[in-house]
Structure formats: C-alpha cells, structure tokens
C-alpha cells in the first residue's frame, strides 16, 4: 500500500494547454474564381484562335506557292518550245535556200573571195 500512497502524493500530470486555434483563413469569394475561370478560357481561346489564323495563313501561302511553281514550269516550257523554234528558223541551210529563193542570192564559192590587205 505504500506505492498508492506514493502514487497519491505525486502531483497530477498538468493538462497540456488548448493552443489557441488559428483563424480560419478567409476564402476568396466564388465570384472571384469564375471570373479567374472565365479569364483563362478567353485566354487559351485567343491563342487557339490565333493559331488557326496561322495556320490559314500558312495554307494560303502554300496555295500561292504551288500556282507560282505551276507557273513557273510552264514558262520554262514554253521558252524551250520557242528556244527550239528560233533554232529551227536560224539553220543555215534554212536560211540559204530561202535566200537563193526569194533573192536569188548564191553562196560565195572559194575562188570569189578577195582578202583586203591593209598596208602598214
């Protein structure tokens, strides 16, 4: 009995103190939320709208690009036509027998030439 006696003469363990609570932290208004919300998908629908611009801008060029290379090939097709035409007019033969026909030109044989000495 002497160790419940001893256990009665110590002092009861002190009741930690209650800590004060905190404040409970003050919550935006909702309002505030929806319109952060509302910010955000008018923000991310700029962008994808300016992306879409980009992209239509990028087709068109390309549209652009494809006719002037269309363009393009045709025009070095049409120069090499002409090309082999003005080579077909200016053959020599061409032009000989046109020249002896029309003129009545003959080309100068060997013994018609006559060299212009020049005197020193």
Do not use: C
């Not at 930690?16 to 929806?34: D, E, F, G, T």
């Not at 053959?91 to 030109?105: E, P, Q, Y």
């Not at 030439?113 to 020049?118: A, C, I």
């Amino acid at each position: 009995m002497a160790r419940a006696a001893a256990a009665q003469a110590q002092p009861a363990p002190a009741r930690p103190r209650a800590r004060p609570r905190p404040k409970a932290a003050q919550r935006p208004a909702p309002r505030r939320r929806v319109a952060g919300g509302v910010f955000w998908i008018g923000a991310v629908a700029v962008l994808l709208a300016g992306v879409v611009a980009l992209n239509v801008a990028v087709l068109r060029l390309n549209v652009r690009l494809d006719d002037a290379s269309r363009e393009r090939a045709r025009l070095r097709a049409d120069n090499s036509q002409l090309n082999s035409e003005i080579a077909a007019r200016a053959a020599s033969g061409r032009i000989i027998t046109l020249a002896s026909g029309r003129l009545g030109l003959a080309p100068a044989g060997p013994d018609n030439w006559t060299y212009l000495h020049l005197g020193k």
